[in-house]
């Protein structure tokens, strides 16, 4: 049971240049989040989803979009990648709407130059 | 949306004191409220929560009380010890089950 696994760890992309962080989980959740976390600061929530086939905009989405096709995976695409999106970004699940501890993925570190 | 504001930003105490960490939130309708531990390049993990009917919750050493009417909870840490060092986020979560708001976070320093 490896819970919520994401990749890559670590990645240096250039500005303009696209890329998917992959995140999946093996516990069966509905509930699926990506948040990126800037130095010295709290969780922003970017998107997610309550389900294969629904996602939904959190509080900072522009410059990501997602997808849920299946229950388990839930990618995060980073188009025109630019200087504001170096962050770490952080996916999560949990299980269903009555279910209360969100588990965290390990985290993905991305600098954007 | 939901606001949430923590204090303090940092923190820090001798080994064996208390600290003390506490967090606002704007919406009435919050009803779930989790801490988070993150220590130096790790994952969040959840340490205690509280649902709204519950005014304190106690697991050894460490507690959440939460006021409903003033809308704020604290995170009571008791006999700190060193490993109790690390980032520390309250968050909220309201009748829309999906999203939880989190507080900018609290860097605690226990010092031996």
């Known amino acids: 049971n490896a819970g919520v696994t994401q990749t890559p760890k670590f990645r240096i992309l250039k500005i303009g240049q696209s890329m998917t962080l992959q995140c999946t989980q093996d516990?069966?959740?509905?509930?699926m989040y990506w948040y990126r976390q800037d130095p010295g600061m709290g969780l922003k929530l970017i998107y997610y989803s309550v389900g294969a086939g629904i996602t939904d905009k959190g509080e900072v989405p522009n410059g990501y979009n997602v997808s849920r096709s299946t229950t388990e995976d839930f990618p995060l695409r980073l188009e025109l990648a630019a200087p504001s999106q170096t962050s770490v970004y952080f996916c999560?699940?949990?299980?269903?709407?009555?279910?209360?501890?969100?588990?965290f993925g390990q985290g993905t570190r991305l600098t954007v130059v | 949306g939901e606001n949430v504001e923590q204090h303090p930003s940092t923190l820090s105490v001798q080994e064996g004191d208390s600290a003390v960490i506490k967090c606002t939130y704007s919406d009435s309708a919050s009803n779930y409220f989790p801490w988070y531990k993150q220590e130096l390049g790790k994952r969040p993990q959840l340490i205690i929560d509280?649902?709204?009917?519950?005014g304190e919750k106690k697991d050894q050493r460490i507690a959440v009380t939460l006021n409903k009417t003033a809308k704020h909870f604290s995170l009571h840490i008791t006999e700190t010890q060193p490993e109790d060092s690390a980032v520390y986020f309250c968050?909220?979560?309201?009748?829309?089950?999906?999203?939880?708001?989190f507080g900018d976070g609290t860097t605690l320093t226990v010092k031996p």
């Open positions: 999560a699940s949990k299980g269903g709407q009555a279910s209360t501890e969100a588990f």
């Open positions: 509280i649902r709204s009917n519950v």
């Open positions: 968050a909220a979560r309201g009748a829309n089950a999906g999203k939880s708001t």
């Open positions: 516990m069966n959740h509905n509930y």
